[in-house]
């Protein structure tokens, strides 16, 4: 059964840091493009950032220079570094895997307030 379980999410004051992690299971984990999503309310699921097989990295506009994504294929874990945090980052953050098929996580909630 393939499955991925996000963590790490939680509050945090502005300018704080996270660290989100997604633990994979049922996949071969080392071939897949992995990416972090997020949707905030009532806005449109958007990337954060993926990182491909052979660690090749993108991100978000938004994100760059404080977001840091990176995976760990021994571990089939993806992590997502998240720096220098705003309030408009608030949005729950979801994992994905994807190869010829794409595949979900529940999502993790980040909210980001003083």
């Known amino acids: 059964q393939v499955q991925l379980v996000e963590s790490g999410g939680g509050l945090v004051q502005p300018g704080g840091s996270l660290r989100l992690s997604c633990a994979a299971s049922?996949?071969?984990?080392?071939?897949?493009?992995m990416g972090w999503y997020r949707q905030a309310p009532g806005k449109q699921r958007e990337l954060v950032a993926t990182?491909?097989?052979?660690?090749?990295?993108n991100y978000a506009d938004s994100v760059k220079g404080r977001f840091f994504i990176s995976r760990d294929n021994a571990k089939n874990t993806v992590y997502l570094q998240m720096n220098s945090l705003k309030p408009e980052d608030t949005a729950v953050y979801y994992c994905?895997?994807?190869?010829?098929?794409?595949?979900w996580g529940q999502g993790t909630q980040v909210t980001v307030s003083s």
């Open positions: 049922g996949i071969t984990f080392r071939i897949y493009t």
């Open positions: 990182i491909t097989s052979d660690g090749n990295t």
């Open positions: 994905n895997a994807r190869l010829l098929s794409t595949v």
